[in-house]
């Protein structure tokens, strides 16, 4: 994952064992190490914003929900990318019953907004089973075993699903490549 | 295109490959034109897939969260039992 470090698995320990022993206020320091990951995955799965958020702050409060049974064993951050994935799903299969479009309203400057929105339209319109390890290996950049533990399949499967994703990306990208 | 030219473009795409055959590859393609396209097309899609920075989380999104994250977990706090001592005795009976 970009950005970790030594000290962020230090860190997460520290945080998850005063967790477990009751402490709700390191649920904040867990935020603060994964929050942002959280939600630029959720953000990138959904499409929108404020289901983003939600899922987001859901995603933390199970971790305190079931903050007796956690463990830092380095399994940890996989486990939490595996519970935002899960409320995504069913997300998003409120929206396939109620046909909510995704929020395009992404700020930023012209040119690169239309850039984020091209790629962030033409992630959303991939079936999710390409957008998935699209986010995780590609924008997350997220190992494949770690990526194929949270999607739960091999690696040779996520693999497959990860080429095929890039090449249908590429499709419907087409004219925007250089 | 053959399939296992395919997987090497794919592994190519994702800088996946040897540094060696890495550069067989690219000196394949110089005399390919159809495989040189499909490299260099899938190479950019990844390389626009991963600068395409969405910009979306903000202070304001961290704040919003968070806050969401209290409200929650303070109405979860609020629908725990009370302690034993707190808690509506029932007269014995018998």
Redo the contacts between chains.
């Keep these: 994952m970009p950005g970790e470090t030594n000290h962020d698995s230090l860190q997460e320990k520290r945080w998850l064992t005063a967790l477990n022993e009751g402490d ?1 206020k390191a ?2 320091g867990i ?1 603060e190490l994964y ?2 990951r959280i ?2 995955y959720t ?2 799965m959904l499409g929108n ?1 404020s289901d ?3 899922i ?3 995603t ?2 199970r971790v ?2 079931r903050s007796g049974e956690l463990r830092a064993d380095g399994a940890f951050r996989t486990w939490l990318f595996r519970i935002a994935r899960n409320l995504c799903i069913d997300k998003m299969r409120q929206h396939k019953l109620m046909e909510l479009p995704p929020d395009a309203s ?3 400057t012209e040119e ?2 239309t ?2 929105i091209t ?2 339209q033409a ?1 959303s319109e991939l079936p999710a089973e390409y957008r998935e390890p ?1 986010v995780l ?3 997350e950049e997220m190992a494949a075993r770690e990526a194929a533990e949270v999607l739960k399949i091999s690696v040779p499967a996520l693999k497959s699903r ?2 095929r994703g ?2 249908a ?2 499709d419907k ?1 087409g004219g ?3 | 295109m053959n399939t296992i030219y395919e ?1 090497l473009v ?1 592994m190519y ?2 800088e996946e490959l040897a540094e060696d055959l890495n550069a067989e590859l690219e000196e394949l393609a110089a005399t390919n034109p159809t495989l040189k396209s499909d490299m260099t ?2 190479r ?3 390389s ?11 202070e304001e ?2 704040a ?3 806050m ?3 409200a ?2 303070g109405e ?2 609020q629908g725990a039992p009370e302690p034993i001592y707190l808690q509506y005795q029932l007269p014995m009976s018998g």
């Design positions: 709700t649920l904040g935020y929050g942002e939600f630029r953000f990138r914003r983003a958020e939600d987001t702050a859901e933390f409060l305190l929900r992404i700020a930023g690169k907004s850039l984020r790629v962030q992630l699209l290996c590609d924008l990860l080429y890039r090449r990306l590429r990208l925007t490549q250089e | 997987k794919d795409a994702g097309s899938l950019a899609t990844v626009q897939l991963q600068n395409s920075d969405d910009g979306a989380y903000t999104t961290h919003r969260i968070l969401k994250i209290y929650r977990a979860m706090q």
